[in-house]
């Protein structure tokens, strides 16, 4: 397909690619906010981007709407560039979003978070957020475990144990040297905060009270062949969870 890109695209190619079928919007709900030394303020917002494009490449029928942020930071605001919303705000914009996707003609919105902090506030508003799509389906894919499991068994077969929650760490600097080679300051990738806390409790006291540089587990052996790896492993979790939803549901099409 030519155009997969929303944003990119005019109205008059929009409305041709949806009448000629593409009725799924993939949107990411992403961030504004620090990824310690080596990656810039959007990294989650350019994974968003990326995991749309490979996910709406795989599934064939799909188009990319145009990434939201900022997202829910708190945690990460000790540091310059973090800008954070509610949960009520993030609610209230993504379900504005997905309004207009279904007065555009899509059927199908797959919603998903590319960072961390934006899985519960998202679980919490998805009634109001599916009262606003109206008659589009939400594909929700909000279950961070899956997602976690799905890129520590790329990092299994590597070779690298580490299970720290993920922030700058190696996961995300390789899919950046995939996805945005130029952005990564490989000079400057650092060493963070290596264990495993409760995901409640880095969001509940703040990243700053775990590591000086912003960074959780070890970004240093990150390579953009890893990062396609792990690329692809969200992508397979992404559209295995997509087609189970499509063949659950009455009067579509299972691919
Ligand atoms: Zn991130």
């Keep these: 397909m030519q155009h997969m890109t929303m944003e990119d695209m005019t109205w008059v190619e929009l409305e ?3 009448a000629k079928g593409s009725r799924t919007a ?3 709900v992403a961030s504004i906010e620090q990824h310690g030394p080596a990656l810039p303020l959007n990294t989650d917002a350019i994974l968003g981007r990326g995991l ?3 996910l709406a490449e795989e599934l064939g029928d799909a188009l990319v709407a145009p990434v939201v942020y900022p997202g829910c930071s708190d945690h990460h605001l000790a540091w310059p560039g973090t800008l954070s919303v509610t949960a009520e705000v993030l609610g209230e914009v993504v ?3 997905v309004s207009c996707l279904s007065k555009a003609g899509f ?3 797959i919603l998903f978070p590319s960072h961390g902090g934006n899985f519960d506030p998202l679980r919490g508003a998805l009634p109001e957020i599916r009262a606003m799509a109206a008659d589009a389906e939400i594909v929700d894919l909000l279950d961070f475990r899956a997602v976690l499991d799905a890129w520590f068994g790329v990092l299994d077969r590597h070779g690298y144990g580490d299970r720290t929650p993920p922030h700058a760490d190696i996961i995300e ?3 950046m040297m995939c996805l945005a080679p130029d952005t990564v ?3 400057r990738l650092e060493r963070g905060f290596v264990g495993n806390p409760e995901l409640g409790d880095l969001t509940g006291r703040g990243l700053d009270a775990f590591t000086e540089n912003g960074v959780l587990g070890d970004p240093r052996g990150a390579s953009p062949e890893l990062g396609r790896d792990l690329l692809e492993a969200w992508v397979d979790y992404a559209a295995g969870e ?4 499509r063949a659950e549901r009455p009067g579509r099409d299972s691919l």
């Design 16 to 18: 041709t690619a949806i």
């Design 26 to 28: 993939i949107l990411a």
């Design 52 to 54: 749309a494009s490979a």
């Design 95 to 97: 379900g504005g979003v």
């Design 107 to 109: 059927t199908e919105i």
């Design 173 to 175: 600097t390789s899919m």
């Design 185 to 187: 300051r490989s000079e």
């Design 242 to 245: 997509i087609r189970w939803r």
